[in-house]
């Protein structure tokens, strides 16, 4: 399937179904180093963007799509994940510019954007125990593919599986940043929800794509 | 005219609260609430909303500048983020404090009733020692 | 068991705020509001209530210590005058902590919650950072 | 007048009356470079006093008279100023004792017991625009009072004369503690209210001594 304004939409509705079926899964893991809504907030956020997909018109560009989607994430999702999700989506809407769909590179280009935007507003590095640690293999793990001469739809599976990864290697580090990071050494042994779901996201958007092709 | 004060917190009644402390040492200045998500109809859940905080930056400002305090790291995202939809003359205005919430509030509350410039209302929230 | 926090504001929406805030990441601390003056009737004014302190240092402690916060300085002297009425015993295991309020009760309530004692939840207080 | 219990209540009673008249003075000062609520905080606490005074059986002591006082302050002042009168006057009971009545240098223990309380309370030096730049020359010139011979009415009367002298002292003065600290420079130029009051609570001491005797 090709990249454009219906693989966005597909994206964004496959991950409010995953972030909802997966909602108590996240509360959980923020129940353990946080504050237990990430599952509620995330959930009640991609419920809103679906809300607002169903109810304009259909958008000629993924990017318009991605814009609306960062717009409603930032009204509705009300912790960390709200300004960091709007700002990784803005970025790659922006990166997209107004290309009708996006080639192999471009997903690369807006993966990395995305990337580069949370750790502008959140400031948090490799390491920290953030989302930015399924973000960044994600990134690199899409260059790898679509130098290899991978199609966009493999480009997102690799950047989804890497984002996967990614997430279970949080599981020993210690918190630098966020709520987690009150916490200190106790952090460790725990999965950030964050990362988690950020691999849920990524997973959306691979599946939307229809697989690698 | 003064410094107007936004104050986003997590929590609509600190917010709130906030501001009415610190009115008792401003009566003239302009000390905006942004305190919790966006209500939809129900009771302000804890969390911070874009949509409140920009709603007040605008209520706060009136052209003689703004600071802005906040509380726990995601409300310095959420205002940072507001910050970047202003148009730059707004922008030029706007300040966004690293300061203890309550204290800071009610030294930058003092300080901008005293006609202080947005930068000297800046200092003195960020200056604010704690328990005076 | 834990150790408990009272959270002393002259605002009563502040020290609720406070307390529902830093449940967020506490469910098993006894967080325990005391903030404006006794109602007598009506509505809490802004100020710092003696018995209000008192009480709640009674209702935090059950036998684990208990932390205190305070917003402004006669905060501070209503708590210290509070702790001066304790019987020695539990006088020895009560800290005044002299904190950022918002930011050091979080803090220290996530302290509790991983079953610090005394002097580390008053040091999570004490150390906490301006917004993480 | 003997300085026994009688007095006490009197005292009190005075006080009350004084503050009751100069609520909204009070208050100015305390708009000018506090929160405004200083006439409100003391006339609420004052009148609490009186009334306890009116329920309570007769006290036997002073001493006892000035403890009930200092609780009540305590829980009904809400301001800076009720911890600070209320550790007050609990120390000038304690200085008393039992005494059925306080001879002049029983006053001049009591007042700087009193000064010493409110000095171990708020932390306050001479000459930082508080209640204690009252309190401190009150508690001098009822020294000398005293050493000179004077009887307890005129011991009282030298240390409320001092104590308005104290008050209108702090006018230049640039606030170090307290509220007016806030202000910094701008606290120059007004009245301390704290000091102000306690120049109308010993007056109201002096005068319920029945002056000069
Ligand atoms: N400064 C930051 N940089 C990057 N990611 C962050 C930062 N702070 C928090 N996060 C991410 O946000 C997630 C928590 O989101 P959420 O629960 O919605 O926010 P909150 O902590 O405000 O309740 C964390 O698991 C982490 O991945
Ligand atoms: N640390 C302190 N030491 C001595 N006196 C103080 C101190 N802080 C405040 N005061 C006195 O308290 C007065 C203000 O009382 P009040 O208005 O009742 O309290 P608040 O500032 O809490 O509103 C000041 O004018 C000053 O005299
Ligand atoms: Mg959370
Ligand atoms: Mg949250
Ligand atoms: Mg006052
Ligand atoms: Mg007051």
Same mark, same amino acid.
């Given at each position: 399937?090709?990249?454009?304004?219906?693989?966005?939409?597909?994206?964004?509705?496959?991950?409010?179904?995953?972030?909802?079926?997966?909602?108590?899964?996240?509360?959980?893991?923020?129940?353990?180093?946080?504050?237990?809504?990430?599952?509620?907030?995330?959930?009640?956020?991609?419920?809103?963007?679906?809300?607002?997909?169903?109810?304009?018109?259909?958008?000629?560009?993924?990017?318009?799509?991605?814009?609306?989607?960062?717009?409603?994430?930032?009204?509705?999702?009300?912790?960390?994940?709200?300004?960091?999700?709007?700002?990784?989506?803005?970025?790659?809407?922006?990166?997209?510019?107004?290309?009708?769909?996006?080639?192999?590179?471009?997903?690369?280009?807006?993966?990395?954007?995305?990337?580069?935007?949370?750790?502008?507003?959140?400031?948090?590095?490799?390491?920290?125990?953030?989302?930015?640690?399924?973000?960044?293999?994600?990134?690199?793990?899409?260059?790898?593919?679509?130098?290899?001469?991978?199609?966009?739809?493999?480009?997102?599976?690799?950047?989804?599986?890497?984002?996967?990864?990614?997430?279970?290697?949080?599981?020993?580090?210690?918190?630098?940043?966020?709520?987690?990071?009150?916490?200190?050494?106790?952090?460790?042994?725990?999965?950030?929800?964050?990362?988690?779901?950020?691999?849920?996201?990524?997973?959306?958007?691979?599946?939307?794509?229809?697989?690698?092709? | 005219?003064?410094?107007?004060?936004?104050?986003?917190?997590?929590?609509?009644?600190?917010?709130?609260?906030?501001?009415?402390?610190?009115?008792?040492?401003?009566?003239?200045?302009?000390?905006?609430?942004?305190?919790?998500?966006?209500?939809?109809?129900?009771?302000?859940?804890?969390?911070?909303?874009?949509?409140? &905080? /920009?709603? #007040?930056?605008?209520?706060?400002?009136? !052209?003689?500048?703004?600071?802005? *305090?906040?509380?726990?790291?995601? =409300? @310095?995202?959420?205002?940072?983020?507001?910050?970047?939809?202003?148009?730059?003359?707004?922008?030029?205005?706007?300040?966004?404090?690293?300061?203890?919430?309550?204290?800071?509030? &009610? /030294?930058? #509350?003092?300080?901008?009733?005293?006609? !202080?410039?947005?930068?000297?209302? *800046?200092?003195?929230?960020?200056? =604010? @020692?704690?328990?005076?």
């Amino acid at each position: 399937m090709a990249l454009d304004a219906g693989w966005a939409q597909e994206w964004l509705r496959a991950a409010a179904r995953a972030v909802a079926e997966n909602r108590t899964h996240l509360m959980e893991l923020d129940r353990a180093i946080g504050d237990a809504d990430h599952g509620e907030n995330m959930d009640r956020g991609f419920a809103a963007v679906v809300a607002k997909l169903d109810a304009g018109p259909p958008p000629a560009t993924p990017a318009e799509v991605l814009k609306a989607a960062a717009m409603t994430l930032m009204s509705t999702v009300g912790g960390a994940a709200g300004p960091l999700y709007g700002t990784a989506l803005l970025r790659a809407a922006t990166s997209l510019g107004d290309a009708a769909e996006a080639q192999p590179d471009a997903v690369v280009a807006m993966l990395s954007a995305a990337r580069d935007g949370i750790v502008a507003r959140g400031k948090a590095e490799s390491g920290d125990k953030t989302m930015i640690d399924a973000w960044t293999p994600a990134v690199e793990a899409a260059a790898t593919a679509a130098s290899a001469g991978a199609g966009p739809g493999a480009v997102l599976a690799a950047a989804a599986n890497a984002a996967q990864a990614g997430a279970v290697a949080t599981d020993p580090l210690v918190a630098r940043k966020g709520r987690a990071s009150y916490l200190g050494e106790r952090s460790a042994g725990h999965r950030d929800p964050g990362a988690a779901s950020t691999a849920l996201i990524l997973a959306a958007a691979a599946e939307a794509a229809g697989g690698p092709g | 005219m003064s410094v107007g004060l936004v104050i986003v917190s997590h929590s609509a009644k600190i917010a709130e609260g906030v501001c009415e402390l610190a009115a008792q040492m401003a009566a003239d200045v302009r000390l905006v609430p942004a305190g919790g998500t966006d209500a939809g109809g129900g009771a302000a859940r804890i969390g911070t909303s874009f949509e409140k &905080v /920009a709603n #007040a930056i605008t209520k706060a400002g009136q !052209g003689d500048g703004v600071v802005i *305090l906040t509380d726990l790291g995601s =409300a @310095v995202m959420t205002a940072e983020m507001a910050l970047e939809f202003l148009d730059e003359d707004e922008r030029a205005t706007v300040r966004l404090a690293s300061a203890a919430l309550v204290e800071g509030a &009610v /030294a930058a #509350a003092v300080q901008a009733q005293a006609g !202080g410039s947005v930068e000297d209302v *800046l200092r003195a929230a960020e200056e =604010a @020692v704690v328990s005076i």
